[in-house]
């Protein structure tokens, strides 16, 4: 992998990446997730010691103007850091709610490259696209987010556009970040053996590969088209139109949406939008990308989610996206499905049968562990259970289960803590795998159909069953000259 070469990281980043260290663990004291964390054994005494003073001192320090550090230290930092901030946005239960407030604004309205240089690098991508097919170009863009900014534009022929650009250097700024982390987790897996379990050196491998994947805009339209198809009979999730006699790998032109972000409740009322019913197409849609597709929006934060005036979803930015087998698919669907119904036998017996467990575990004191962990979060407030969360409290024990952890399923723990964060803004009482479970069991009774089992298996194995008739005279020709 790439990230892999020699680190080159430059010191005047270790002021802010102390302050950064130090804010999130101000936050972490105060939502108390520090003190579950010592209570749950999960660090030894040396470590434990140094937290409880840590606790002592920084509790209830002033939170005003944490917020805006935090957002000034990762903007400086570069665009690696301002994703992170971007996934931290939607996490009021760890950070609160001022404080995502303020990283809101990393997700779309960070300062912008002048309209000089934007002009220039499409001309660059498409002379002809330029001079020959573009009426007006807006000067002022309408989003500037860490790796790329959107201005918008018509067309001659009438048509509204919106032309999504690279910002200059973006691939070696990201790259550089990438590789830090990747030698920060490689440091840590060397001083603290026991979470290489964890495998977060290669989960940063992967989601580095996705996000320099976000930099080839080709790739980004190839993912909206296969978004569109799958979702193409879909009246409540719209996919913009892609322009692609315009587009390339650092230009992306298509369809401009005029729509309200999803978590602006304020201006979705005043359009008198249905917020329960917002909530359940995007449960809906979040499955059927999941599960019937595998193939899902990897970066749902709320600034990627616009309504539109008939009340659609409409996704806008496509350079993050993941794929399941539909092995994982079947794993996740009977984890997600026995952990809602308390069935903790079952979720250590599926971990089994993936070979994620050692021979020498005991599946009793497992599942007595997992219950553990498990029923004070399904027992709380339906609009507070996630079980995003419940997944990365069961990731905690492979420490002591020696559970090995699936890096294929990273990303979408990241957006199921995105699309859990998004949907408690939007409406609070309403849970988004209450919603699910009917989706996810109909799934789950269909793939397991023997029926249809027997129709895949003749439909992957096709071509070989067309040629048993041919095989079979073959064998008899040459028995019949013998």
């Given at each position: ?87 931290l946005s939607t996490r009021p ?111 940063v491998e992967l989601l580095s ?274």
């Amino acid at each position: 992998m790439q990230i892999k070469q020699k680190l080159e990281f430059p010191i005047w980043k270790i002021p802010y990446l102390i302050i950064i260290s130090i804010i999130i663990l101000i936050k972490f004291i105060n939502t108390g997730i520090l003190t579950r964390l010592i209570e749950n054994n999960y660090f030894d005494n040396r470590i434990k010691l140094i937290l409880k003073i840590l606790n002592f001192v920084l509790a209830n320090k002033n939170q005003k103007e944490i917020g805006k550090k935090l957002r000034k230290c990762l903007i400086n930092l570069g665009p690696g850091y301002i994703k992170l901030g971007q996934a931290l946005s939607t996490r009021p239960d760890i950070l609160g709610k001022k404080t995502c407030d303020e990283l809101k604004t990393l997700q779309d309205n960070l300062e912008p490259i002048s309209s000089s240089i934007a002009r220039k690098i499409i001309h660059n991508e498409n002379e002809n696209f330029i001079l020959n097919d573009l009426n007006t170009f807006e000067e002022i863009p309408i989003a500037s987010a860490s790796v790329a900014q959107v201005y918008t534009g018509f067309l001659k022929n009438g048509k509204k556009i919106a032309i999504k650009i690279l910002k200059p250097n973006i691939h070696k700024k990201l790259f550089k970040d990438f590789t830090f982390f990747y030698w920060i987790t490689k440091c840590l897996e060397f001083f603290i053996p026991s979470i290489k379990r964890l495998k977060l050196s290669t989960n940063v491998e992967l989601l580095s590969e996705v996000s320099l994947n976000e930099l080839d805009l080709t790739l980004e339209a190839s993912a909206a088209d296969e978004l569109a198809v799958n979702f193409k009979d879909h009246p409540n999730y719209k996919v913009p139109k892609i322009y692609w006699e315009f587009t390339t790998k650092n230009m992306l032109v298509l369809e401009f949406i005029d729509g309200i972000r999803i978590d602006d409740l304020e201006s979705l009322n005043s359009a008198k939008h249905n917020i329960n019913k917002i909530t359940e197409i995007g449960t809906e849609v979040f499955f059927l990308q999941v599960f019937r597709d595998g193939f899902f929006h990897g970066d749902m934060h709320p600034g990627n989610i616009l309504i539109d005036k008939k009340g659609a979803l409409v996704p806008i930015d496509f350079g993050i996206m993941g794929r399941l087998s539909n092995k994982d698919r079947q794993f996740l669907a009977l984890l997600l499905t026995y952990l809602l119904n308390k069935n903790y036998k079952k979720v250590v017996e599926i971990h089994d049968e993936a070979n994620m467990l050692g021979k020498e575990i005991s599946h009793d004191h497992l599942a007595q562990a997992i219950r553990a962990i498990t029923t004070p979060i399904l027992n709380k407030p339906i609009g507070e259970v996630s079980l995003a969360k419940l997944l990365g409290q069961i990731l905690s024990l492979s420490k002591k289960f020696n559970i090995e952890v699936q890096p294929q399923f990273t990303l979408l723990q990241k957006t199921m803590l995105m699309a859990e964060g998004t949907t408690r803004q939007i409406n609070p009482n309403i849970n988004m795998w209450e919603l699910s479970k009917p989706l996810i069991n109909k799934w789950i009774n269909d793939t397991h159909d023997p029926f249809k089992i027997i129709e895949e298996w003749f439909h992957k194995n096709k071509l070989v069953l067309l040629k048993i008739p041919e095989i079979v005279n073959k064998i008899d020709k040459k028995l019949s000259k013998k």
